[in-house]
């Protein structure tokens, strides 16, 4: 791992443990055995860390909706999807906890509200697309349903992993969205 992996790794552990806010970069970077300067070089500022813990989050939820990129049928997309955040969610499981850790916490929310912002509406208009391809009633609310069980599913894996029936609900999140009538008029 390179120093500035570590560095955000440390961070991430941190500011998850002991919040954001009664986080400093002095202990950063005594715990990742890097002088305070280099975490300043890599990232610039506390703040700076957090925009790069997001992007990673955000770099992750980007690789499993490149499904949509690839064409084909939405259906099909849209279980690609599935599949493919469940993948990451398993192989990813302490990156995870930590993001869920972190994210109510006012501090990260005050300090990344717009960069969150930014991304969620992105994946919200990416699943509107697919569900409008579909020929949905109502796209945008198909798409936040999909979004808030898949981010609720995950909060639930990450209180209980060892026992929570994770590939049950992503076959069964699959079924219900391959075969939902999206035409229904509310």
Known sequence: MSNKENILHVAMRLFAEQGYDRTPT?????EA???EGLIFRHYGNKAG????????GAGQVN?????????????????????????ILRE???????VHQMRHQPAVQQSAEAQIGAF??????????????LGAAQPELEALLLFALIDG?????LQMPDTYPLDALRDFLIQKF?????????
Request: proline share 3%; glycine share 6%.
């Open 26 to 30: 002095s202990q950063i970077a005594r």
């Open 33 to 35: 055995n890097v002088s």
């Open 49 to 56: 860390l957090l925009e790069a813990i997001i992007r990673t």
């Open 63 to 87: 690789e499993s909706m490149q499904v949509y990129e690839r064409g084909g049928h939405p259906r099909e997309a849209i279980a690609l999807h599935i599949r493919e955040s469940f993948r």
């Open 92 to 98: 990813q499981t302490g990156f995870w906890r930590l």
């Open 120 to 133: 969620q509406r992105a994946v919200a208009e990416r699943l509107a697309a697919q569900f409008h391809l």
């Open 153 to 157: 599913i995950t909060l639930q894996y």
């Open 178 to 186: 391959q075969h939902g009538n999206f035409m229904d008029q509310p």
